[in-house]
């Protein structure tokens, strides 16, 4: 339980950061909370011969919301449950962010560490997928801003190079007509989702104009789920059409088992918990 040795830098800018990635390339890597780096260093199963700790870059942390909802990267769960502003403009990010782990780990876990982890069974892809969110990077060739749709690629893989970091995530609040939420069946000791399912209705008068939905836990990666969103589209987003489109969720999808759920579990609760989430997201839109 105690991890190989290595280097340590505290960066306090993002410019510093990028130069000492470029400096030590496959050597390195960031330290956000470390909720999952540590782990996987004590473990043996990461073993980074330098460590970039960016905890100490202030313009990474943080919630500004001026038409847009943008949260540094560094900005931890506990500190997105607790703002105050975020309450209003976009409810279900403190909804997600309050089933995450335990105190200790939402006091340190952080948005974009979460996100740049990759974790299949994590719970913020989800809804990134589902509130279609940007995700702002920063390298040594400058600022590029990738789609969520774009970020995750596989397990524990995503659209991020290795010399680039997350620096801020950005969402767009919802107005009158729109809603969203997240729900999860938990582990019931990491919390992490067995399966989650997130989703985002747009009504135009009693008509679904717009939906997005996204799966986590399930498979290798969080992953829109298009056959329901395409069946919510020009629906009145009642229970029979929820449960219609709800029935799809999954086709299509790469669903794994494991010592936690089987395969064929978590084909069938991923069809409840869509069900469920689109049920709150149409309540909440309405
Ligand atoms: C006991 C326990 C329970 C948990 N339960 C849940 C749960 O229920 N739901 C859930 O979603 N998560 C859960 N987590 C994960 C936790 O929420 C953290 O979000 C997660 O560990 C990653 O965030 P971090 O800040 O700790 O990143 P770190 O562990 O520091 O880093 C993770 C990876 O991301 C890279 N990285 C970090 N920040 C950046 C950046 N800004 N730019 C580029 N790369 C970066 C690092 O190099 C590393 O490879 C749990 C963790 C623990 C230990």
Redesign the pocket.
Known sequence: MIPSAFEYHAPTSVAEAISLLGKHGDEA???????????AMKLRLAAPGVLID?NKIAE?RGVVINGSVNIG??TT?AAIEQHEGLRSALPVLGETVS????LQ??N???L???L??A?P????PALILALDAAIR?RGPGGERTIAAGDFFTDMLSTA?EPD????AIVFRPLGAGEGAAYVKF??PA????IVGAAAYVKLDGAKVSACRVAVTGAGPKAERQPEVEQAMLGGDGGDEAIAAASAKAGEGMDILGDIHASEDYRRAMVKVYMKRALTTAVGRAR
């Open positions: 890597k960031i330290l956000a909370g470390g909720h999952s780096l540590l782990p960016i990474l990267s560094m769960w089933q995450i782990g335990d780990v939402r340190r876990g952080t974009g560490g979460s740049a982890h974790d069974s994590a719970d913020a990077v991020l680039e970091i997350i620096t938990a582990h990491s919390r992490y989702a």
